[in-house]
Each structure stands twice: as structure tokens, then as C-alpha cells.
């Protein structure tokens, strides 16, 4: 039988001059989104020094890290998430049950040594949990983590539905630490913590298998297991670490404020999803960095700082900035990526 | 080659799915330095032979032996570190990694846990020398063609230190070059002592590049040769388990069809249609009655050319007459009104809901077309889905089946049924026939000869010229996105006449 696509045509030649002929530059668009958001928080930043007298002292910047600490470190846990193309509602809920569980503990005198590990491996069991029933039971991951927030949230509310003071000396020392950086500019553990945690996850994520796993389940899960990846154990261990970071991000609440409630956090995945999305990480999975969210945090923190600056703006405008932004960028993204292709 | 021992051995291998035995002691051998076709029609088994090598399915009864030992390949991973690597048709990779990542993800070169991405470059770039491929090794891997993702994936199976590489299909997406170069890397793994399953529909292929071959049938083994024994209809003969009278039949059929159509009123009329970037301005006049080929390059425009008479994209330039009147083509729905139908290229993607049954694949587009407000009662869709199950002899004749389940050729029916219940006064095929068995393809040949009889116009399209010929009555011929020739198909018009026009793109 001939085929016309395997009869050979003069014209084109051999190997080597087929390669050359294949190989077209095409500038990385995975670095456009996250240049993008940088560009924005230089502007951001300017406007703010041009508008607003103080806005150029270095403490602006510093408190951005200190007040957005918790945000931060739930958002490094969401960004391994969302890279493989899932999501996770229920740090919020993990957050809330965190802090109102540690201050529990702590004010039923359990040692504050027992109390740190107690809650963080907690956070973690209701991240494997919901990483299980998504990879063995195939929910989708808007779905059991959804549930997992109902739950934690519950579990909270039934713990205590009132504030619970902290009074451990470990809590409140922690609490009370300063740390000079420079005449006049201090900021706390929380904020070192929290910086600690991206440098982390960005090692993790470039250099280590579990990190490019990651972005390979993000680019296309069937592939990944065909090329004989662990797709579910890197599935449920991604999930596992947002519910670390979320119990983490709890524990620095519970010390920056010395107290538990089952309220604390709400809402908190969506600040977090926002970031990851502001910060160019795609919400598809595969593409993104964990610098991207930070430079998304920063840019909301920093919304909120212009905002307390203007002083006559009600808080609620940050919201809509964040909103007016999120559909700017999810649009951007999709032109980038559709240009990509 | 000498009498070596088997790098693979499978003996009586049996695999079960509900209600069908896809394989029934099958027997398979593969031997170090050769090029191995699996042949056989499509549901013939050759998928699951496949897969239970590859880790996806488990055997449910006999022996796998690799090297002479007896292995249990319980996953993807497993069925890699025993050494079996696979190179899909689809191509498996992960396009947002880079090209070098792409090769080693998994089995990255670290040091104390880190990767060592210089080192990882490095070797990257050395194996895809030795395939005589020079890549950017840090690009993503969705800035190549498919073709060199093709590369890129064998690159990844041969890096394994695969004894065994199997390639699914790979040619079915490849031009004439790409394939030239993929049978360079396969002669140059072959000496190296790799041992290669080769899969593919095109025949020329399998001979160009196997030494021997196993032909499958109904889940079971049929035969075992060296290439140099068979011929080319022998093999066809063996895998469809009939004389190709079947085919002669046709030849003689269309042959006599031919010769009508002249009085016939056109259907529709093309005036300089196009489309900036996919195809040229172009006049085309089907007439009822009337099978019009379009031939040309992979490529070279065909598919685009039919879209726009279906108004799947929408024409920049020129008009559609139908029945001498201008229609306003702004999409499929208005190509549907005049009864034009499309049976897509892409089957999977575009044509075929594998999740519902047979029967409702083949409703779908009657239903649309009535409106979903009018339902079709039970009994009228049973009646019309028996029907063509019949008259295109859908396997297994089973309406309530879920389409994914059938072979490729039966889902192409499928979707033809799908078009032809909506009596279609234009049916546009696109590549009806490819990657689907000698077999199916030769009744859907006849098919379409038997609807241009009833007078149904029919604008077909196809990579195989030879297809094209014996069906048409007038031949469109497209290069580099142009219709570059109109030929009526006298008796001196054949494959030769056409490759010319093809190649030099001369216009008489």
C-alpha cells in the first residue's frame, strides 16, 4: 500500500539539516508571569514612597514579612499543591484547629515541647488523610479537601468557640523576641520562620526528585506514572506538607497574638490561593515558582499597607484590588500560555 | 540472524476483561539486534499484548521470561527496571519540563540529594548526539514538534538501558523525513543489540525497517515469520483470515461508478475560499452523487480545506453556494441545516464520547439536529441504531456497549453511523481510515462507494493515494496549503500522475 506520508520527497533533506530546521527560539515564557508581578510591586512601592511620607523607611518592608508571616507559610504549602495541579480549602480550618488545640494544650499544662511536635504532626495526618482519599479513592481535590475544612473547622468550633488565652512562658517568650536588624528596624521569629520556609520549599522544588515530580504531575499526571514516577506517593505528600504548613502557619498565630481561637485563619486558602495565582503559579499545575508566591503575599501585604497609609480607605478596598488584580493576572496567564503554545 | 537465546519470552499468555477474552494463549518471542513487528487487525489484541508488557494490565494466565528468568511486571516502574521500555503513539512526556529533564526525571544524576543539572545537560545532550539529534537540551519540550518529542521519548527508553523497546505506533503522526530518521535511530539501536516491538499500520513501513514479524487474530496467535518470507498480501491475508476478494470487489465497483456524475447538479460551490494561515483561496464544486478526493502531504492543507465547508472555522475570503444559493457558513450549525456533515480526522478528541454507549454515540448528532426538546423515542433509536450496527457491521453488535471499549475501526464507524442517520446530502470524511485494520478499512471503502450510488456527495479524505484513487471520481490536489489541481479520474490518472503534482506542484 503507498502512503503518501512515507513516500520519500526530494526536498527535504536529511538529519541533521531536519534539526536545525526544528530548532526555533522561543523565549522561556514560564519566568513572564512571575517578571510580571515583580514589575508590580516596584510600582506598587514607588507609588507608595511618591504618595505617602515614612513609606521609604526600611521597617515598611521589614513588617511586610513580620504581618503576612503566617499567609506566607500557608501559601508555600498551597504553591506544591497547586504545581501538581490540585488545591487545598482546608488550610484555613487546619490553621483555626491549630491554634485553638495549642492553647488548649498549653493551658491544660501540657509541656510546651510536646505541644509544638503534637500539633504540627496533626496539621500533617489531616493533609495524608485528604492526599489518600484523593489518590486512592480519585476525589477530586476541591471535594475532599472541602471536606477536610468542614471538618477541622468543627473540630475547632467543638474544642472551644471562645478566645483561649496562652500564658506559657516558652509561648510568650518566643512572642515578646525581638530581633534587631538594623537601628530601628526589628522584626520577630515568625517573620525569620516564615522566610525560612520559602528558601526551603524553592530547594526542594528545583533541586531535590521530589520537587520535579512535583512539576511533572502538575505538567501531565498520566505521563508521570507511564515514565514510572510515584505519582501517588508525591501526590500525598504534597498533600501532607500544605497540612504541615498549615499547622505551622497556626502554631506562628497562636504565638504572635499568645492565644487560640477557632476562628482564627478563616478564609485564610483563599488568601492563600490568591497569592500563589498573583505570584504566576499556574492554577492547572506544572508551571510556577515559590518565589512567584512570595512576591504575590508581598503584593497583597503590601495593598493593605497603601491602604492603612491613605488612612480615609476602607480595609474592605483591599479586597477589591486583590480581586480587580487576581482577573488581571489569571487573564495574563492565559494569554501567555495560549501564546506558548 | 543466528539461533540465539530470546531476550523475551512470553508463552500462553492470557488476559480476560469482562465479557471478552482479549488474549487467549498467546505466544511471543523477541531475540536481542532485531526489529519485531506485532501485526493484526485492530482489536486483534496487539494493545493488550502491549500493555501487559508495560506493566498496565496484569496477565491473568501464562509466562513472561526476560533474559530466561520469569518476571512479574506489576507496574510501569517495574516493567522499566526489568528493562522493557515504551514509546507511545500518544507521545508520554511531560511538556512543561525541559527536554533534558524529560530524559532523566526519575533517574536525575544528584549528589547528597540534589540534582546536578549541569551534569544532567551534559548527558542529555550526549545521548541525543548519538541520535544524531542536536537540541536545546534547557528548552521546554513543548517548544519541539511532535516528532522530536517522539526522539526525546525514545532518547528516555534507551537511557534505561532498555533490552527491549517497544514502539507503539510511533510513525502515525511523522512525515516522510521524521520517519527516515526514526528508522536511522531504530537500525542504530539494533546493532547495538536492542531488541524492538515494532508497531505499525503502514505496511511499507513494516517492511522497510522489521526483520521478523507475529501476526495476531482475535486475541490469539496466528503465525510467526521472517519478513523476507511473506509477501505483502500474504501477510494481510493471515491477518484478516480472508482472501482480499473483499477489496478486488470494490476495485471493480468504483471502477464502473466512475464513469456517471456528468449530468449530476453540484451540491455545493466553493468561490475562492480561505483562510489567511491555514489555506489558500480555492474553487471546489461537488456534485450529488459525486466522491471527491482530496490528496496531498500530511500537512498540506486537507483538513483545513474541509473545515471551512463544514464552517468549523470560519473563511476570511470567498463564499459557499448550496444549490446555487449563497449560504452564510458562520458555523457548523448552519452547516448541519443543509445537511453537510463532518466525520472529524481526530475520532478521540473531537468525535467519539467514550463514556456512552454505541447507541447514544450514534444518536447524538439527530438528536442535535431535532433539537433536544423532541426527544427520540427509545424504540425509533433502537430500531436505527440495529439498523447500522448491521449494514456497517459494528463489533461487538452490542448498542449499549461504551464506545471506548471498541477497536478503533468499529468507533470510526461509529462516528460515521453517528453522520449518516442524519442523511446528509454532503458527507465530508477526514481520514476515515487511518490506524484502523485492512479489514474495516476496505468497508468503509465500500461504504462510502455504496453512498455515492444512492447519490450522496461525499468529499473524502485521506493520506493514502491510493485509497483516494480507487474511490473518486474527481481528485483535489493540495500543496503547501493550496489546492494546487483539480484532475478528473480517467484511467490514466494513477499514483505516479499525483505524486508529480505533489511533488512539484505543477498546475495544468
Redesign the interface.
Known amino acids: 500500500?503507498?502512503?503518501?506520508?512515507?513516500?520519500?520527497?526530494?526536498?527535504?533533506?536529511?538529519?541533521?539539516e531536519?534539526?536545525?530546521r526544528?530548532?526555533?527560539y522561543?523565549p522561556?515564557t514560564?519566568y513572564i508571569p512571575i517578571l510580571a508581578t515583580l514589575f508590580l510591586l516596584v510600582v506598587m512601592y514607588s507609588t507608595g514612597v511618591a504618595n505617602y511620607r515614612n513609606f521609604d523607611d526600611p521597617s515598611v518592608i521589614v513588617n511586610l514579612f513580620r504581618d503576612n508571616a503566617v499567609l506566607l507559610v500557608v501559601a508555600v504549602g498551597m504553591t506544591f499543591v497547586i504545581l501538581t495541579g490540585g488545591i487545598d480549602l482546608s488550610v484555613g480550618a487546619v490553621i483555626s484547629l491549630t491554634t485553638i488545640l495549642t492553647a488548649t494544650l498549653l493551658k491544660a499544662d501540657w509541656p510546651p515541647l510536646v505541644v509544638l511536635p503534637a500539633v504540627l504532626l496533626l496539621g500533617a495526618l489531616i493533609g495524608a488523610g485528604q492526599g489518600a482519599v484523593i489518590h486512592f479513592f480519585k476525589v477530586e481535590p476541591f471535594i475532599a479537601t472541602l471536606a477536610g475544612l468542614f471538618l477541622a473547622r468543627g473540630a475547632a468550633l467543638t474544642i472551644n468557640d471562645e478566645s483561649v488565652p496562652i500564658r506559657d512562658d516558652m509561648w510568650r517568650e518566643i512572642s515578646d523576641f525581638r530581633i534587631v536588624l538594623a537601628d530601628g528596624v526589628v522584626t520577630k521569629p515568625i517573620a525569620i520562620i516564615a522566610i525560612l520556609s520559602v528558601l526551603a520549599a524553592a530547594a526542594v522544588l528545583?533541586?531535590?526528585?521530589f520537587g520535579?515530580?512535583v512539576?511533572?504531575i502538575?505538567?501531565?499526571a498520566?505521563?508521570?506514572?507511564?515514565?514510572?514516577?510515584?505519582v501517588g506517593r508525591t501526590r500525598i505528600a504534597v498533600y501532607t506538607l500544605s497540612g504541615f504548613c498549615a499547622a505551622l502557619g497556626g502554631v506562628l498565630f497562636s504565638i504572635n497574638s499568645t492565644s487560640g481561637w477557632a476562628l482564627q485563619g478563616n478564609g485564610m486558602e483563599l488568601d492563600a490561593i490568591a497569592a500563589c495565582v498573583i505570584g504566576g503559579v499556574l492554577l492547572t499545575g506544572?508551571?510556577g515558582f515559590v518565589w512567584g508566591t512570595l512576591l504575590g503575599v508581598l503584593v497583597t501585604g503590601l495593598i493593605r499597607t497603601i491602604i492603612n497609609f491613605q488612612g480615609d480607605l476602607n480595609a474592605a478596598w483591599s479586597r477589591i484590588i486583590i480581586g480587580v488584580l487576581l482577573f488581571a493576572f489569571i487573564v495574563m496567564q492565559r494569554l501567555v500560555t495560549r501564546k506558548?503554545? | 540472524m543466528g539461533e540465539q537465546s530470546p531476550v523475551l519470552e512470553m508463552t500462553g499468555i492470557r488476559k480476560v476483561f469482562p465479557g471478552v477474552v482479549a488474549l487467549d494463549g498467546v505466544d511471543f518471542r523477541l531475540f536481542p539486534g532485531e526489529v519485531h513487528a506485532l501485526m493484526g487487525e485492530n482489536g486483534a489484541g496487539k494493545s493488550t499484548l502491549i500493555k501487559t508488557l508495560t506493566g498496565v494490565y496484569e496477565i491473568d494466565g501464562g509466562e513472561i521470561r526476560l533474559g530466561g528468568e520469569p518476571v512479574r511486571i506489576s507496574g510501569p516502574l517495574a516493567a522499566q527496571q526489568a528493562g522493557v521500555s515504551t514509546v507511545y503513539q500518544e507521545v508520554n512526556l511531560c511538556t512543561n519540563l525541559s527536554v533534558a529533564e524529560n530524559i532523566f526525571i526519575g533517574r536525575e544524576p544528584r549528589r547528597f540529594g540534589k540534582i546536578q543539572w549541569g551534569k544532567m545537560r551534559q548527558r542529555a545532550a550526549e545521548l541525543l548526539a548519538r541520535l544524531d539529534l542536536d537540541l536545546d537540551v534547557s528548552a521546554p519540550l513543548s517548544s519541539y514538534s511532535l516528532a522530536i518529542q517522539q526522539m526525546v521519548a525514545i532518547a528516555r527508553a534507551i537511557d534505561i538501558d532498555a533490552r527491549v523497546l517497544i514502539l507503539d505506533e510511533p510513525t502515525s503522526s511523522l512525515d516522510t523525513a521524521e520517519v527516515a530518521q526514526l528508522f536511522r535511530v531504530m537500525r542504530r539501536l539494533k546493532e547495538s543489540g536492542v531488541a524492538i516491538l515494532f508497531v505499525s499500520h503502514f505496511l511499507d513501513q513494516i517492511y522497510e525497517v522489521s526483520d521478523r514479524l507475529t501476526i495476531l487474530r482475535n486475541g490469539q496467535l496466528i503465525s510467526e515469520h521472517r519478513v523476507d518470507e511473506l509477501t505483502q498480501v500474504q501477510l494481510v491475508e493471515k491477518m484478516i483470515g480472508k482472501e482480499l476478494a473483499a477489496l478486488e470487489d470494490l476495485e471493480d465497483k468504483a471502477q464502473s461508478n466512475r464513469e456517471r456524475s456528468a449530468e449530476a447538479k453540484p451540491v455545493l460551490e466553493a468561490k475562492g475560499l480561505g483562510r489567511t494561515g491555514a489555506i489558500a483561496p480555492y474553487d471546489l464544486t461537488i456534485h450529488e452523487g459525486e466522491v471527491v478526493g482530496l490528496a496531498g502531504l500530511l500537512g498540506s492543507g486537507r483538513t483545513e480545506l474541509a473545515r471551512l465547508l463544514f464552517g468549523a472555522d470560519r473563511a476570511d475570503t470567498g463564499e459557499v453556494l448550496v444549490d446555487g444559493k449563497r449560504i452564510n457558513l458562520r458555523d457548523p450549525q448552519v452547516a448541519m441545516k443543509h445537511r453537510i456533515a463532518f466525520s472529524s480526522e481526530n475520532r478521540r478528541a473531537e468525535g467519539i464520547i467514550g463514556d456512552l454507549s454505541v447507541r447514544e454515540n450514534i444518536i447524538l448528532a439527530l438528536q442535535a439536529s431535532r433539537g433536544w426538546t423532541r426527544p427520540i423515542p427509545r424504540k425509533k433509536q433502537d430500531e436505527i441504531v440495529d439498523k447500522y450496527i448491521k449494514a456497517l457491521q459494528i463489533r461487538p453488535a452490542d448498542p449499549e456497549r461504551p464506545v471506548r471499549n471498541l477497536s478503533g475501526g468499529n468507533q470510526q464507524k461509529v462516528l460515521l453511523a453517528r453522520w449518516l442517520i442524519t442523511e446528509p446530502r454532503l458527507l465530508i470524511i477526514d481520514e476515515p481510515t487511518r490506524g484502523i485494520d485492512v479489514g474495516a478499512k476496505a468497508e468503509i471503502q465500500r461504504l462510502v462507494a455504496e453512498l455515492s450510488d444512492g447519490g450522496m456527495a461525499v468529499l473524502f479524505v485521506s493520506a493514502e493515494l491510493e485509497e483516494v484513487l480507487r474511490l473518486s471520481h474527481k481528485i483535489a490536489v493540495l500543496r503547501d496549503r493550496r489546492l494546487v489541481e483539480e484532475l478528473e479520474n480517467t484511467a490514466d490518472v494513477d499514483a505516479d500522475r499525483i505524486m508529480q503534482t505533489i511533488a512539484s506542484g505543477a498546475t495544468s
Do not use: F, I, Q
Not at chain 1, 500500500?1 to 541533521?16: A, C, E, I, S, Y
Not at chain 1, 528545583?206 to 526528585?209: L, Q
Not at chain 1, 498520566?222 to 510515584?230: E, F, I
Open positions: 500500500m503507498t502512503t503518501m506520508d512515507m513516500t520519500p520527497v526530494t526536498k527535504d533533506g536529511g538529519g541533521p531536519l534539526n536545525k526544528r530548532r526555533v522561543k522561556n514560564k528545583a533541586w531535590t526528585r520535579r515530580n512539576y511533572a502538575g505538567g501531565n498520566d505521563s508521570a506514572l507511564l515514565m514510572g514516577l510515584p506544572g508551571s506558548a503554545k
